[in-house]
C-alpha cells in the first residue's frame, strides 16, 4: 500500500467549496483504488467516495452523491476530492486511503493519512 497526506481542508460558511488533496508517495499509487472516508466527532469512520486505478469508475455514498466528485491525476501521484454545496453535516475530518478491490468498506483500505480537519459553519 501507499504512504499519503491529505490538504486543503479548512473552515467555510455552508454553500461554500473546498477542495481536497491527497498526496501519495511511491510507485505503485496508479495501481490501487484510491478512495475518501470521513469521521465526525462521536461518530465512526465512514466512507465518502472511491476510485479504480484507472480513474474511470467512481463510488459514492448517498449523502454526498451529486455534491462531491472524485478524482485522481496518476502522473502527479495525486487524488481529490471536489466538495461542493458544503452542509453542516459534511464537518468531519477527511482522510485518504488504499485498497486492492472497489468497495465502501472501510476495513477493506489501508495505508491511512493523517487527516484534514474540514469544518463547515451554518
Known amino acids: 500500500q501507499v504512504q499519503v497526506v491529505e490538504s486543503g481542508g479548512g473552515l467555510v460558511q455552508a454553500g461554500n467549496s473546498l477542495r481536497l488533496s491527497c498526496a501519495a508517495s511511491g510507485r505503485t499509487f496508479s495501481t490501487y483504488v484510491m478512495g475518501w472516508f470521513r469521521q465526525a466527532p462521536g461518530k465512526e469512520r465512514e466512507f465518502v467516495a472511491a476510485i479504480t486505478p484507472s480513474g474511470v469508475t467512481t463510488r459514492y455514498a448517498d449523502s454526498v452523491k451529486g455534491r462531491f466528485t472524485i478524482s485522481r491525476d496518476n502522473a502527479k501521484n495525486t487524488m481529490y476530492l471536489q466538495m461542493n454545496s458544503l452542509k453542516a453535516e459534511d464537518t468531519a475530518v477527511y482522510y485518504c486511503?488504499?485498497?486492492?478491490?472497489?468497495?465502501?468498506?472501510?476495513?477493506?483500505?489501508?495505508?491511512w493519512g493523517q487527516g484534514t480537519q474540514v469544518t463547515v459553519s451554518s
Open positions: 486511503a488504499s485498497s486492492t478491490i472497489l468497495t465502501q468498506r472501510t476495513t477493506a483500505f489501508g495505508s
